[in-house]
């Protein structure tokens, strides 16, 4: 089955500093990549996602790009604000989109 | 838009119990998922339903499992309950099988 993991688990960087955070897939047959944020206590709210048929995409300050052939995506925050902070979960997924398989997650810690 | 909601928000159980937990997705999606979050860890998927249809299950014991009814909401029932199942249990609804999730804000369950 499909297997995703998550690097780093923790990330700390200075207000407006940018972000990375990488997952890496295992079946190649996935298609549908979301990101999720989820702050403490609160159910996990979708930021972006991605399809298969798209190497990037990008919604203001939040980017994510994706490469089939190594099988690996990541998410990008730039000018990075207080209010980012949180744990930030990928996902993987085939033809049914919602089995997803998460990513362990990376706490994200924006220091002012 | 009342999102997807979930009911109750906090269950207390022993050892040995049944519980039911309650899944109500945003009005028109017809597809709902659930995943249970164990503490520090990203969700794991349990099951999916779409048009009243199971469409996946993932890697737990037979005392789990679900329906969803012809409204579209949807329960989950665990049988005999140990102390590992306590975690937040997530449902996600969505417009069709494979398209964007969105998350209850979960239901947190203790074992005792």
Redesign the interface.
């Known amino acids: 089955g499909e297997n995703v993991e ?1 690097h780093p688990s923790t990330l700390s960087v200075q207000e407006g500093d940018s972000a990375v955070i990488k997952c890496t897939y295992s079946d190649s047959a996935s298609n ?1 990549f ?1 990101w ?1 944020k989820q702050e403490l206590g ?5 930021i972006i ?1 991605i399809r298969s048929n798209v190497g990037e995409k990008k919604d203001q300050r939040i980017a994510v790009t994706l490469n089939k052939t190594a099988k690996h995506f990541s998410l990008h925050i730039t000018e990075t604000q207080p209010e980012d902070s949180a744990v930030y ?1 990928c ?1 993987a ?1 085939g ?11 990376t706490r994200l810690s924006v220091l002012p | 838009d009342a999102g997807v909601t979930q009911s109750p928000t906090h269950l207390i159980k022993t050892r040995g119990q049944h519980v039911t937990l309650r899944c109500s997705p945003i009005s028109g999606h017809k597809s709902v998922s659930w995943y249970q979050q164990v503490l520090g860890q990203g969700p794991q998927f349990i099951f999916q339903y779409y048009e009243k249809e199971e469409r996946g299950r993932g890697n737990f014991p037979d005392r789990f499992s679900a329906r969803q009814f012809p409204n579209y909401s949807s329960e989950l029932n665990v049988n005999a309950l140990l102390l590992g199942d306590s975690a937040l249990y997530l449902c996600a609804s969505s417009l069709r099988s494979n398209t964007e999730a969105f998350f209850g804000q979960g239901t947190r369950l203790t074992v005792v």
């Open positions: 998550q549908y979301p999720y609160k159910r996990p709210q979708l996602d979960f996902a997924s033809d049914y989109g919602q089995n997803f398989v998460f990513g362990p997650g």
